[in-house]
């Protein structure tokens, strides 16, 4: 069974760091585009970071300069690495991947980690 699997979320003061990490495990063929979304309550489920299989970064623009995203395509794993936490990056962080499983290619979410930061 294929599965993306998040970890590193939890409560950090402002001005502090966290980093994500999100593993896809099961039987993959191949693996595309990885990124991390999310979503503050009330609100609708934002595109924080994206890495194509190139290396290629795309980034919310309220998160560029002070998050990375990056990726492991021997271990299959994608990391967030964020800087500089503001309250406003509160929220649940979801890691989300483009997988070839047998045969079909879709897009295959993980179940979300929380971030909180306090002020």
């Known amino acids: 069974q294929v599965q993306l699997v998040e970890s590193g979320g939890g409560l950090v003061q402002a001005g502090g760091s966290l980093r994500l990490s999100c593993a896809a495990s099961g039987i993959i063929f191949s693996i595309g585009t990885m990124g991390w979304y999310r979503q503050a309550p009330g609100k609708q489920r934002e595109l924080v970071a994206s890495?194509?299989?190139?290396?290629?970064?795309n980034y919310a623009d309220s998160v560029k300069g002070r998050f990375t995203v990056s990726r492991d395509n021997v271990e299959n794993t994608v990391y967030l690495q964020m800087n500089s936490l503001k309250p406003e990056d509160t929220a649940v962080y979801y890691c989300n991947a483009d997988l070839v499983v047998q045969y079909t290619r879709r897009d295959y979410w993980g179940k979300g980690t929380l971030v909180t930061v306090s002020s």
């Open positions: 890495i194509t299989s190139g290396g290629s970064t």
